[in-house]
């Protein structure tokens, strides 16, 4: 009998059982992928956020380019001038040009709020996956760190240590990253409690795999979906904390802006009528906040579809 032909066939060539899983794996994969991102691009409400997101990024990275205005010196001569063609949104009370200072505080905005949600999704996933594969006391004393945390109100200890740091951009992103990776590592330590007991979790540590491979080869790919939802919440929430500290007066000091500071200092002038100095700032914090929520929403209903068919 030749060797690649199965008894009783003609010719038919064999193929080694591994290769058959690997060939059905990989088409089972695809299958998935293509059936989440059908079901993310179904969703309009998803498709509308990240219209939302992605215009706002244009307009904070791109519109300087087209858009060309002084926001660094001020000019007192031209405070508080309504809307007009040379100032298309007006000026602010130091004679910054408004739509010029939405483009700039955008870009401080988001840039914080990206990097706290990588931040704090990075720390909560490994903090998560290391107390989820760990036993008894590890567990314990990590989660409890966690809780203790929590409890203590979160403006308290964002006003706390913006208070005591010297205000910037990188101080700004710790402290908000401080508390954000909390909620992410309880997530993912509950997604891994539910993981670390299945079979092939099981084969893994039969077969000689220590903790880092485990958690890294098998724990992490199957926390991913859990995480990049959550990611999508941080950036909103983040988005809002820097406004909330900036509005309180603790955020980065002129001649950097973001919408918050924007915000606090429009506020002053609520009774004098400068509504351009109030409503566009406020505006584009709910667009950007609702626009990561919606992106969110529809990761989340993908994702629960491909579990689903898993």
Known sequence: MIGNERPGGKGTASVAPAEVIAAESGVRSASLRKATLIVFLQNRLALAGL????????????????????????????????????????????????????????????????????LATSIGLIWGCVAGVSRSAVDSLMMRIVDAALAIPGIFLLIFLNSILKPSVFVLTFVIAALAWLVPSRLVRA?????????????????????????????????????????????????????????????IPPPAANWGSMLANGVNYTFAGYWWQIWPAGICIVAVVVGFNFIGEGLRDAIDVRLRAA
Do not use: W
């Open 51 to 118: 219209v939302i997101v992605a215009g706002f990024f244009l307009f904070c990275f791109l519109g300087p380019v087209f858009y060309h205005t002084n926001q660094i010196a001020t000019n007192v001569q031209i405070a508080n001038q309504p809307p007009s063609l040379k100032h298309l949104l007006g000026t602010d009370s130091v004679g910054y040009d408004e739509l010029g200072r939405l483009m700039a505080g955008g870009r401080i905005t988001l840039l914080i709020a990206l990097a706290v949600a990588v």
């Open 191 to 251: 997604e891994v409690l539910s993981l670390r007991e299945r079979p092939f979790i099981e084969a893994s540590r039969t077969a000689g795999a220590n903790g880092v491979r485990i958690v890294l080869r098998h724990l992490v790919p199957n926390v991913f979906g859990t995480v990049a939802v959550n990611a999508t919440f941080q950036v909103a929430d983040a988005v809002l904390a820097v406004a909330a500290l900036s509005f309180l007066g603790l955020g």
